[in-house]
């Protein structure tokens, strides 16, 4: 009887635990993500008028265009290795703030630099690491890229491809490569008041801006949802060893 109490206690405590782990990590991975929304536009548009439209809206901080595309590493033998997502960005940008585990940021100047997440970085068929030149197929064209350093991102997008393995690059020399200068469709938001009431409120402001100029988008996805959305990701788990140790 006392062993098998024992048991239960341990469990109980191993489930709050492992709740209390998951919400401390959710936190300071979110800590380093300084926006409230992303904006996903079904066909590119001129960044000019995004900008225009998005710094009228009362409440709206910053405002940065993105650019994403998925990246194939080539093999020696031709063949195609790890898949990934890029994503270009000012590297000057003040709404993301990964933690460097090895290696450097992106700097202003820089051309095909790469910075790569710990997922991509701990993955051993890949086995990439600061320093190498690894050549990327992006679309139909291979270009070469150096690896520059390493960050810890904690609820990277998965995109279908089963893994959360993704890297920054300089978005002026990204679209230079993928052909898509002075358009977007990804943009990212920064509000002045982060809670969930005066995000959705702004959200409100900009699907009224953007109807009134024509601009159609896909979704709008609010960084406090998505943050739920992880955070409810180890509920059935916890709650499992809760059951168990009753």
């Not at 030149?133 to 997008?157: C, D, F, M, S, Y």
């Not at 943009?187 to 009431?197: G, I, N, P, S, W």
């Not at 960084?223 to 990701?233: C, D, G, I, Q, Y």
């Amino acid at each position: 009887t006392i062993g098998i109490l024992a048991m239960g206690g341990a469990t109980f405590m191993g489930a709050i635990n492992v709740g209390a782990s998951w919400t401390n990590t959710i936190e300071l991975s979110f800590q380093a993500r300084h926006y409230d929304m992303e904006i996903r536009l079904p066909q590119p548009y001129p960044t000019t008028q995004i900008d225009g439209i998005l710094n009228t809206v009362p409440g709206v901080v910053s405002v940065e265009n993105w650019a994403q595309n998925l990246a194939v590493r080539e093999n020696p033998d031709g063949t195609d290795g790890v898949r990934f997502y890029l994503t270009g960005l000012p590297p000057a940008t003040n709404i993301v703030d990964f933690p460097i585990i090895e290696g450097r940021w992106l700097q202003p100047g820089d051309t095909n630099a790469l910075v790569i997440n710990h997922e991509l970085f701990l993955d051993h068929e890949a086995n990439i690491k600061v320093g190498d030149t690894i050549p990327l197929k992006i679309g139909n064209q291979i270009t070469e890229w150096v690896v520059v350093g390493v960050i810890r991102e904690v609820g990277a997008p998965r995109r279908g491809l089963g893994v959360a393995a993704s890297a920054y690059v300089p978005i002026d020399y990204f679209t230079r490569v993928i052909g898509g200068e002075g358009i977007t469709t990804n943009v990212r938001v920064q509000t002045v008041e982060h809670d969930d009431a005066s995000v959705k409120a702004v959200t409100q402001k900009i699907e009224q801006q953007f109807d009134a100029a024509g601009i159609r988008r896909t979704t709008i996805q609010l960084t406090t949802e998505r943050k739920v959305v992880l955070e409810n990701h180890l509920v059935v788990i916890v709650m499992f060893l809760i059951f168990m140790a009753v």
